[in-house]
Structure formats: C-alpha cells, structure tokens
C-alpha cells in the first residue's frame, strides 16, 4: 500500500507557473512508477505526464509536451509537476497516482487531488 497527497494547486493567471508536488508514505516509495492525471469539468479523466521508479524515464500527454515537467526525489518520497506557460484548459483536478509498471497508465493508487485553475 502507498498513501499519496497533493499539494501546490491553486489560481494562476495563463501564461503563470505552479508546481505540484506529491508526498507518498507506505512501501517504499522507489518500488513506484508515479504519473500524474487530470480531470477536468465535464470531462473525462486524462494522462499528463509519468516517470519511470529512478527517475530516468519519462513521457508526457501531447497537450502538455515542452510546457510540464515531472520530476521525483526518492529520498524525500515525493514527485512534481512543474507547469510552466498554463492556460485556461489546464484548468483541472491534478491527481498523482502511483503503479508497479512504467508507463502508469492504469495506477493502482491515487491521491486525493488538488485544484488547478488558470484564468484567462
């Protein structure tokens, strides 16, 4: 089992940056492939972006490619988003979730999320 809680979401105008970060507690949090997803209103839940257990891999939805970076530190069992240039369809719960395989595509576990809403 892994525990996962979001934080770093907020308001931001577009073309503004925030950095979401997720703290895991559980099993160890190296034994975790972790991605982000999203949800926006109305709509159906998305990928954004993964990272492989040691961090040497990683892949991002087209929609976020060149703007969004994920990133871990194993020693702090925490993984981020940095969101640079958002705009107003970034607005979305941002969940971080956590897999056995890499790509995470279908995670086993989920945080709470957190809110990102950009204005225009």
């Known amino acids: 089992q892994v525990q996962l809680v979001e934080s770093g979401g907020g308001l931001v105008q577009a073309g503004g940056s925030l950095r979401l970060s997720c703290a895991a507690s559980?099993?160890?949090?190296?034994?975790?492939?972790m991605g982000w997803f999203r949800q926006a209103p109305g709509k159906e839940r998305e990928f954004v972006a993964t990272i492989s257990r040691r961090g040497l891999s990683t892949a991002y939805a087209d929609s976020v490619k060149g703007r969004f970076t994920i990133s871990r530190d194993n020693a702090k069992n925490t993984v981020y988003l940095q969101m640079n240039s958002l705009k107003p369809e970034d607005t979305a719960v941002y969940y971080c979730t956590a897999d056995t395989f890499y790509p995470v595509t279908t995670p086993d576990y989920w945080g709470q999320g957190t809110q990102v809403t950009v204005s225009s």
């Open positions: 559980g099993r160890t949090f190296s034994s975790y492939a």
